[in-house]
């Protein structure tokens, strides 16, 4: 009865068109009221509480580095470079595509952000090379989804808070899983394009290399600097987050001087705008998550699932299948901040690494950004890309494949994972 008045009340709130972050905070009223334990004085200090988290200032100032980029010229810089590296072979722009996605996953964290940049920047390229849109579309929704994996990811720093785990040792560990994501990718476009007729522009010039590389290098230092400091215990990753605001910051407006004092003021509104949005919605959900604990939920799915607690393999495959599930209806953070509670119960019960679920999950939650009728990034690139969204649909399909396929490759071979996680983590 209680998953039934918790679950029944957020799909409501959302089939009516509520904000996620106001149907959490109805779902927990709801929930307050059948446990018997309504008290707005308990609520109100959930929802400070919820935010109220040093380890969650690294979101706002990720936020804003990400902003800066994409103003300062640091974003465009890294396409070209990868542009002139790759762009001459067969299918060069979809390769540029995947770099670029890699190299700005490391810069940003965030999925929307790196999905807008590369659509409006590549993706009008691709379509006047002859490549299909629908196709071109999709591939640049897929790369964009590299951010949430890779460090900084936005998605660790979340669930590292929800669930209490290091965000340093979760950034480490997500290193390799993001490049095996970008290398499934890179095989998915070769055998997509390898009967295409399409003449790529000719190879560029070793000045033309080196120019394209020494105005990018100073964009291709932040990621760097980020996981350098982290793995030598220089800063914490809030602090990391504010080094890369800054970083971004000094190069955008004293080195590329692409950064004005009357841009500056938009690129702040901007991130604040985002970061507001993502605080409230964790804020709100912190109340869920406190309600999901007192009813006793997570015991119940322990119980639930006791006949694969013997085997972890058939463990993580129910659970990310479950995550799949509810990836198709919900964004990524409200996913992450509800079953972050429900989940972690069973993962230590089961004797499972939780720097390794950690990593599992927010694949699994970035690949939710691309799977319909949800699909926040589908949406992005669609809109970006002014192509309807059963297009980018169709065009995404094989290369959201190849990203479950990796991600239950590592499901099935932990060491995927674990094994570089402590080789980067000391």
Request: glycine share 8%.
């Amino acid at each position: 009865m209680i998953i039934a008045v918790f679950l029944g009340t957020l799909l409501l709130a959302m089939a009516i068109g509520m904000p996620i972050s106001f149907a959490l905070l109805l779902s927990g009223v709801a929930l307050m009221w059948q446990l018997d334990l309504f008290d707005a004085q308990i609520l109100t200090q959930n929802l400070i509480g919820g935010a109220d988290s040093f380890p969650l200032l690294a979101i706002p100032f990720f936020m804003l580095a990400g902003e800066i980029m994409n103003a300062g010229g640091l974003s465009r810089r890294i396409v070209n470079l990868a542009l002139t590296l790759v762009g001459h072979v067969r299918g060069g722009l979809g390769y540029v595509t995947i770099m670029a996605g890699c190299l700005l996953a490391a810069l940003s964290g965030s999925a929307v952000a790196d999905a807008a940049a590369l659509s409006a920047l590549l993706l009008p390229m691709m379509v006047s090379a002859g490549h299909d849109k629908a196709r071109s579309g999709g591939l640049i929704a897929a790369a964009g989804i590299i951010a949430p994996v890779l460090p900084p990811s936005i998605g660790l720093v979340i669930f590292g808070v929800a669930a209490n785990v290091s965000i340093s040792k979760l950034f480490m560990a997500a290193i390799v899983p993001g490049m095996l994501i970008g290398g499934a990718l890179w095989v998915t476009w070769a055998w997509l394009v390898r009967r295409e007729t399409i003449q790529p522009p000719p190879r560029k010039s070793k000045r033309e290399i080196w120019l394209a590389a020494r105005e990018a290098v100073w964009a291709l230092m932040l990621p760097v600097i980020i996981l350098v400091g982290l793995r030598m215990g220089v800063f914490t990753p809030t602090e990391a987050a504010v080094a890369a605001a800054v970083y971004a910051f000094c190069i955008s407006a004293f080195v590329y001087k692409e950064l004005s004092v009357r841009q500056l003021y938009a690129v702040f509104v901007s991130a604040a705008k985002i970061s507001a949005v993502v605080m409230f919605l964790i804020a709100a959900a912190m109340v869920s998550a406190w309600l999901i604990t007192v009813a006793g939920l997570p015991s119940m799915v322990v119980a639930l699932v006791e006949p694969f607690m013997g085997n972890k393999i058939l463990l993580m495959i129910a659970l990310m299948m479950l995550v799949m599930a509810v990836g198709t209806v919900m964004d990524m953070t409200p996913t992450i901040l509800i079953l972050t509670p429900v989940l972690m119960p069973v993962v230590y019960a089961a004797g499972i690494d939780p720097v390794y679920f950690g990593v599992m999950f927010i694949i699994n939650n970035s690949i939710g950004l691309i799977t319909p009728p949800v699909g926040v990034v589908l949406n992005v690139v669609a809109g970006v890309g002014k192509m309807k969204m059963d297009e980018v649909t169709r065009g995404v399909l094989p290369f959201m494949l190849a990203e479950f396929g990796v991600m239950f490759l590592m499901v099935l071979f932990p060491q995927l994972v674990t094994v570089p996680a402590k080789w980067f983590g000391g």
